[in-house]
């Protein structure tokens, strides 16, 4: 089982920049999917980044180009660069690991417990 700690959400200018941190603990980190996902008031939660144990990425349409999701391995961390933001990129962010091919499930895996980013001039 892998423990999830996030950090470095905050308020942010639209335009502005901020990265988001995942600390994880735990065995089973290096062979682990992560995922960064965010969740608005009154939307469902969306899978914003993704990358593989292989450091494959992929990221939802809205996104590309403007974030970028890293791990560090031997550190034990996942990183979320997200770069030119918008009032439309306001939600609480959380972080996602699971056996490949299983994130974003609530059965399966380890969730932190979110960190708030608001984009607002």
């Known amino acids: 089982q892998v423990q999830l700690v996030e950090s470095g959400g905050g308020l942010v200018q639209p335009g502005g920049s901020l990265r988001l941190s995942c600390a994880a603990s735990g065995t089973s980190f290096d062979i682990s999917a992560m995922g960064w996902y965010r969740q608005a008031p009154g939307q469902r939660r969306e899978l914003v980044a993704s990358?593989?144990?292989?450091?494959?990425?992929k990221y939802t349409p809205s996104v590309k180009g403007r974030f970028n999701i890293s791990r560090d391995n031997a550190g034990n961390m996942v990183y979320l660069q997200m770069n030119s933001l918008t009032p439309e990129d306001t939600a609480v962010y959380y972080c996602?690991?699971?056996?490949?091919?299983?994130?974003?499930?609530?059965?399966?895996?380890?969730w932190g417990q979110g960190t708030q980013v608001t984009v607002s001039s």
């Open positions: 990358v593989w144990p292989n450091g494959a990425t």
């Open positions: 996602n690991a699971a056996p490949p091919g299983l994130l974003g499930r609530f059965d399966v895996g380890s």
